[in-house]
């Protein structure tokens, strides 16, 4: 396998998973980090042996022992952070939602393909053994026609409006933290939606905290969908074909557990579970692609990534939730 010389961009919570996680692949060599503060890039380092420690995103960026960044901050920042890393040559792996909206996606996937750099949203759940599965059965046709898929993705979050999640300067909010989820999901199964429909709740600070998402699709297909980030919901989904359909069991099918349901048939329970981090197949996905000399994943398409953008946009624009920086480039 192509030896792999990762960077990684901020300290977070999801950086530090990601970190823990490369040291199980093969040919991945985690080599450097930045962070907006010195001491942070220290204690990150220390803490997962990485050798450089740049105190800022730009230092990293210019580390020219580095070959690939994971950009891990929050979803304002994805399209500056993505194209400094970029600009200086580098390839990037993109924390979701991909960026903040469909616009600064197109110019970032037009950036990677002129420089002819590796660039893919970090859809991590895309690359695990059950949606492989659920792929898989929808190919053979397991299922029939597919009609309608479903899925609700949500969880309660504290009541802070200076977290990430709930501030509008963070582009807080279900639809972008969650919310990318669950229309990726409907994407990679029923590809770009002709219809897009929303009803959102925004909570005091401004951003979405609840939305319900119905897209429509050529030939009447449908995907009804929920995120939320002040709320528990189920966490599950449904593909439904004509002839049956698969549950992704609660968190959203993450634990590998699915149950495949057909019409006059005993239920059939499917296991497919996480071998170690999950945040590693993403990371080795990056490896395959790099090693078959692709500089686009065919699992999670750039132009997918820029529609799941178009359809976060649209449900945006319908919810009149628009973010600071979209504000100010307006006026
Ligand atoms: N794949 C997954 O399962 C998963 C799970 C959670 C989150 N995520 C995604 O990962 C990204 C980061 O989420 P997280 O939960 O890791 O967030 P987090 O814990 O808040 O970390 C974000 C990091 O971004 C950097 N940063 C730069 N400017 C910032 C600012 N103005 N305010 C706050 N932080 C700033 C900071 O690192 P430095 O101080 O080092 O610069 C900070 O530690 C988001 O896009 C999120 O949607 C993905």
Not at 83 to 98: D, H, N, S, T, Y
Request: charged share 20%.
């Amino acid at each position: 396998m192509t030896k792999i010389r990762w960077g990684i961009l901020s300290t977070g919570h999801i950086a530090g998973q990601f970190a823990a996680s490369l040291a199980h692949i093969p040919g991945a060599e985690l080599v450097a980090v930045g962070s907006r503060h010195a001491e942070s890039a220290q204690a990150f380092g220390e803490k997962y042996q990485i050798p450089h420690r740049h105190a800022s995103y730009e230092a990293l960026a210019q580390d020219k022992d580095v070959d690939v960044i994971y950009v891990a901050t929050p979803h304002n920042l994805h399209y500056a952070n993505a194209r400094l890393c970029l600009e200086a040559g580098k390839g990037a792996l993109v924390e979701k939602a991909f960026t903040l909206n469909a616009g600064q996606a197109a110019s970032l996937i037009a950036l990677a393909r002129e420089k002819r750099l590796f660039l893919m949203e970090a859809m991590w759940d895309r690359f695990l053994p059950h949606m492989v599965k659920v792929r898989e059965l929808v190919s053979q046709g397991i299922l029939g026609d597919l009609r309608l898929v479903t899925a609700n993705l949500g969880f309660r979050a504290e009541d802070n409006p200076q977290s990430r999640l709930l501030s509008p300067s963070l582009a807080g909010g279900a639809l972008l933290d969650v919310g990318c989820y669950v229309v990726s999901f409907a994407s990679m199964l029923l590809g770009q939606p002709d219809r897009v429909a929303g009803v959102s709740r925004l909570g005091r600070t401004g951003v979405d905290e609840d939305t319900s998402i119905l897209l429509g699709y050529p030939q009447g297909r449908s995907a009804a969908l929920t995120c939320a980030v002040r709320t528990n919901s189920p966490q599950d989904g449904y593909v439904i074909g004509v002839d049956g359909w698969v549950h992704l069991h609660p968190p959203f099918g993450w634990s590998g557990r699915l149950t495949l349901h057909r019409a006059g048939q005993p239920d059939q329970d499917i296991n497919a579970p996480i071998q170690g981090s999950g945040y590693a197949y993403e990371a080795r996905e990056v490896s395959r692609c790099l090693d078959l000399g692709l500089l686009e994943s065919p699992v999670m398409p750039l132009d997918e990534s820029l529609g799941v953008m178009r359809t976060l946009d649209a449900l945006r624009q319908q919810a009149g939730l628009h973010y600071p920086e979209e504000v100010e480039n307006e006026n």
